[in-house]
């Protein structure tokens, strides 16, 4: 029985966060046993905003699959996909482009809530393209799942409608609708209390990060309250964090409530329990990520990379080619063929001489 396929991805614009791990990660590794996993490294998207640093880029796609393999991410059962590998995904994203109106991609709100957020007032003409760039991600591995953050979600919904928008004009049924499956917490707030945490927002507490980093970030964290009378608010970043990441539910109510009261508790002492649970949360990953660490680790994932381009190859060629039928670019109209091909036997069949 074939599992049915889940895609989703990072940009390598930096390290893997707490963000990721809670809005995507923790469902990949959950779901990777029944569902046929494709995880993807979009290295051509990150030179939409980073052109200049291609040796950074390389630098941070290799750290993504460390974290990929300290998480849990286990490559004998989960393909992982280089995307600058996968040919069939710009050609896909070019075929795309001329079924979505320019104003409705302008219109996505991820890309307008990144292209604030980023302050890209001088983005490149490939950064909006490259949410369209995503559907074909998504499309080029006819997945049925895809596990994002909030942040995402209407990127998928593009997604939706282009794959309905291909199936309307030219049919073939190459294509499932996909779903999307929101993390145990959709969106992560920042260290700076407000934004989302992103890698590139420096407002993020790596997966990779040390105990002591991981106490120094959350001692900055912005709460904005004065004492340890002010009443605080239970809902803020901190709190997020503390309902995330602690075990004991019932001690995150009770630091709540009298964090709501203004009951002579401290920022400072809530910050370093929470603290301590994010740092046991991750110390297994440190474990596991040190078997890839320095020059062979790297070597041994360049490696991998390349094996499962094969596999990821093979799976869009495949996807490509029913798109190509269906547009009828292969030249090989069916009915055409089914006449040529009568005429041919008919040729084959007649007596010679
Ligand atoms: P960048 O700042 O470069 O956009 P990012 O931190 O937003 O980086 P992405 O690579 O854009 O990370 O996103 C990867 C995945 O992680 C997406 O599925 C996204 O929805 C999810 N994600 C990112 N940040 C968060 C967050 N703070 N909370 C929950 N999910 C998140
Ligand atoms: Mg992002």
Redesign the pocket.
């Known amino acids: 029985m074939t599992r049915p396929r889940i895609l989703?991805?990072?940009?390598p614009?930096?390290r893997l966060?707490l963000?990721?791990l809670?809005?995507?990660l923790e469902n990949r590794v959950r779901l990777q046993d029944d569902h046929e996993c494709y995880f993807l490294i979009a290295n051509v998207h990150a030179f939409t905003t980073r052109a200049e640093h291609p040796h950074d880029i390389r630098r941070d796609t290799i750290e993504i699959v460390r974290d990929y393999l300290a998480v849990g991410i286990d490559p004998a059962r989960s393909t992982l996909v280089l995307q600058s590998e996968v040919r069939a995904i710009p050609e896909l994203t070019f075929l795309l482009a001329m079924l979505l109106p320019f104003q409705r991609v302008m219109r996505n709100p991820t890309l307008k809530a990144?292209l604030a957020d980023?302050q890209l007032d001088q983005h490149s003409f490939g950064f909006p393209l490259y949410t369209v760039g995503q559907c074909a991600d998504i499309l080029a591995f006819r997945a049925h799942l895809v596990p994002?953050?909030?942040?995402?979600a209407a990127t998928i919904e593009m997604c939706r409608e282009v794959a309905r928008r291909f199936e309307r004009l030219y049919g073939g049924a190459v294509f499932p609708i996909p779903d999307v499956l929101l993390?145990r917490?959709?969106?992560?707030?920042?260290t700076d209390g407000v934004n989302?945490?992103?890698?590139?927002?420096g407002n993020?507490i790596f997966l990779s990060d040390t105990r002591a980093e991981i106490h120094r970030k959350m001692r900055a964290l912005r709460t904005g309250r004065s004492s340890m009378t002010t009443p605080g608010d239970p809902e803020n970043a901190l709190f997020q964090y503390a309902r995330a990441f602690m075990p004991d539910a019932h001690r995150v109510r009770e630091l709540a409530d009298r964090y709501a009261r203004g009951d002579h508790i401290g920022d400072g002492a809530i910050k370093a329990e929470v603290a301590d649970a994010i740092d046991v949360a991750l110390a297994p990953m440190r474990e596991r990520r040190a078997i890839y660490d320095g020059p062979r680790g790297e070597a041994m994932i360049v490696e991998l990379l390349h094996a499962h381009a094969r596999h990821a190859n093979a799976t869009a060629d495949e996807t490509l080619a029913s798109v190509k039928a269906a547009m009828h670019l292969d030249l090989r109209p069916v009915p055409a063929v089914a006449h040529l091909d009568a005429a041919r036997e008919a040729i084959a069949a007649a007596p010679s001489g």
């Open positions: 989703t991805g990072d940009t614009t930096g966060h963000g990721h809670v809005g995507s990144e980023k994002v953050g909030e942040d995402q993390g917490v959709a969106r992560l707030p920042g989302k945490m992103s890698k590139s927002l993020a």
